[in-house]
């Protein structure tokens, strides 16, 4: 925020932001900043009513849904479960999902956002298309998305405020250690691997490690929390930074800010930072038997091998630098509808509406028009359909679903309504399953199911649609004790979903799920014909 808002201010817009910042980890880095109030015009008051509403945990009233609407043309959202929600049900305008990348190279913005607020989000997503733009901060991150964003990707590179700069080139390398950046390393998987991976392979080299901890760590290289200023003398300070990521969508700011001040850094080609690289640096290794050369030779003091790594990496810092990210930000506002002018609108128009608005208020709740009523639309497949890698087997549902396994195969694209997976299989969540499939089913077919059902649902009928056509299965024992039941089908036209419908959601003693079918298999036996 502190440079993309007053980048987007002066390229002529005015912007506001949030003031109200919630007391949790999760929001650690947000900041609230009144200096941009001083160019806004809209009303005083409107701008306190504003000021004093909390967006980020608070549903949103109709007095903010009509202050939203009627002063603000584009939205910029982060992929957070509630500011989501709000920003694409209640905001008319064009919506901007800011995207800096997941720490997780299996995971794509369209599946976490799922996951993170189920199915009916993504319907919503499709449902305003046509005006949502997926921000993506590196070029990069649309690769693994589906059409649903990757159509809509709109490159707006993440740059750095000018305070970012206040020490460039400044770096001294007198202290002979590492640094290395790691918090949690024992209370969380991730980093503790991390940390365990860094000590195997270097810990026997001079180092020091920063990063707050939640449990206390017996390294005398450890420590923990520093502050902003005392990392920045770190930066200045160390001889090398190791930067261990080898993630191709997700980088940190620690490598940005130390390359910006002038400090070797060391990281691996395949990463994100080397990535963006137009080219490969001396300091960007492809193994860690030659990251710990590489650190050696600093440590050391080979001052040509320093020099060199310093001068390379000067790429890195441009890449968020102003000079590089402005212009880039100008041709987007010129070329995309992102970012509607007001002066595009003719007043008469703008009148007209929110008369409407005010007109609807009873019923419309701050909108402009009345809210529609029916279910949005879910994707077709094509839409959700993640790319493909050179080769990949997509699989078959004549090879059939093992809901043993930890992942569902290819042939799937979406699931709803299906819990994790346990040794013998996974259940059902809540009153309905729906998978969303990659490819279409035959006309006549069989569909085999291998599972069981819990309470009621043992010798209930469980509905199951694919198509227009419905078909009745009965599981008569529990999942343990499996039963192989059959239905034929029939159908006019290609079809893509299945659906199951669970007649008795309960939630178990000991469980806080709403279980009614176990399923441990489900396959189709194509009939011919």
């Given at each position: 925020m502190p440079y993309e808002a007053v980048l987007l201010q002066d390229l002529g817009f005015e912007v506001f932001t949030p003031k109200i910042i919630p007391a949790t980890e999760e929001y650690r880095s947000c900041i609230a900043d009144y200096r941009l109030d001083a160019t806004l015009t809209i009303p005083q008051r409107c701008l306190e009513r504003l000021n004093a509403f909390n967006f980020y945990e608070s549903m949103w009233t109709p007095e903010i849904i009509a202050l939203v609407n009627r002063y603000f043309g584009t939205a910029f959202a982060l992929m957070h479960?509630?500011?989501?929600?709000?920003?694409?049900?209640?905001?008319?305008?064009?919506?901007?999902?800011?995207?800096?990348?997941?720490?997780?190279?299996?995971?794509?913005?369209?599946?976490?956002?799922?996951?993170?607020?189920?199915?009916?989000?993504?319907?919503?997503?499709?449902?305003?298309?046509?005006?949502?733009?997926?921000?993506?901060?590196?070029?990069?991150?649309?690769?693994?998305?589906?059409?649903?964003?990757?159509?809509?990707?709109?490159?707006?590179?993440?740059?750095?405020?000018?305070?970012?700069?206040?020490?460039?080139?400044?770096?001294?390398?007198?202290?002979?250690?590492?640094?290395?950046?790691c918090r949690w390393v024992v209370s969380n998987r991730y980093y503790a691997f991390v940390y365990q991976q860094f000590k195997r392979d270097f810990g026997d080299l001079p180092h020091v490690i920063v990063g707050a901890q939640d449990i206390f760590v017996v390294d005398p290289n450890l420590v923990g929390y520093v502050s902003d200023d005392e990392l920045q003398q770190l930066y200045l300070d160390c001889a090398v930074l190791y930067y261990p990521s080898r993630e191709p969508r997700h980088v940190h700011y620690s490598p940005i800010e130390a390359s910006i001040d002038g400090m070797p850094v060391v990281f691996y080609n395949d990463s994100l930072l080397g990535r963006l690289n137009e080219r490969l640096t001396i300091g960007s290794v492809a193994t860690t038997a030659q990251a710990r050369s590489a650190m050696e030779r600093i440590l050391a003091g080979d001052q040509a091998f320093i020099d060199e790594v310093r001068r390379e990496e000067q790429q890195i810092a441009y890449r968020f630098s102003d000079a590089y990210c402005r212009p880039v930000w100008q041709r987007a506002i010129a070329t995309s509808a992102l970012f509607p002018r007001p002066a595009v609108e003719q007043w008469p128009t703008v009148w007209a509406r929110e008369a409407l608005r005010i007109a609807l208020a009873p019923l419309a709740h701050g909108l402009s028009h009345l809210p529609d009523r029916g279910e949005d639309p879910f994707p077709p497949f094509t839409q959700l359909q993640e790319p493909a890698t050179v080769d990949e087997d997509?699989?078959?549902?004549?090879?059939?679903?093992?809901?043993?396994?930890?992942?569902?195969?290819?042939?799937?694209?979406?699931?709803s309504g299906m819990s994790y997976p346990e040794p013998w299989g996974r259940w059902s969540l809540g009153s309905s399953i729906t998978f969303l499939l990659n490819q279409f089913l035959e006309r006549r077919f069989r569909l085999v199911v291998i599972g069981g059902a819990y309470g009621n649902n043992i010798g209930a009928r469980i509905q199951v649609r694919i198509g227009p056509a419905t078909r009745t299965i009965i599981f008569l024992t529990g999942p343990q004790a499996p039963t192989t039941v059959t239905a034929e089908f029939f159908l006019a036209s290609a079809v893509d979903r299945i659906e199951f419908r669970v007649p008795f959601p309960t939630i178990p003693a000991a469980d806080n799920r709403a279980v009614g079918i176990g399923l441990i298999h489900m396959r189709v036996e194509p009939m011919g014909g």
């Open positions: 479960r509630h500011v989501l929600s709000e920003v694409l049900h209640n905001f008319e305008g064009h919506i901007a999902l800011r995207a800096f990348g997941i720490p997780d190279a299996t995971l794509s913005y369209t599946r976490v956002i799922e996951e993170m607020c189920g199915p009916e989000i993504v319907a919503r997503m499709y449902a305003v298309r046509e005006r949502l733009w997926f921000a993506q901060g590196y070029e990069q991150l649309q690769e693994c998305e589906p059409p649903l964003l990757a159509d809509r990707a709109i490159f707006l590179p993440f740059g750095l405020p000018a305070s970012s700069w206040r020490h460039a080139n400044c770096w001294n390398g007198s202290v002979k250690k590492i640094l290395f950046m997509r699989g078959s549902l004549v090879d059939g679903i093992d809901f043993t396994a930890p992942q569902y195969p290819k042939i799937i694209c979406r699931v």
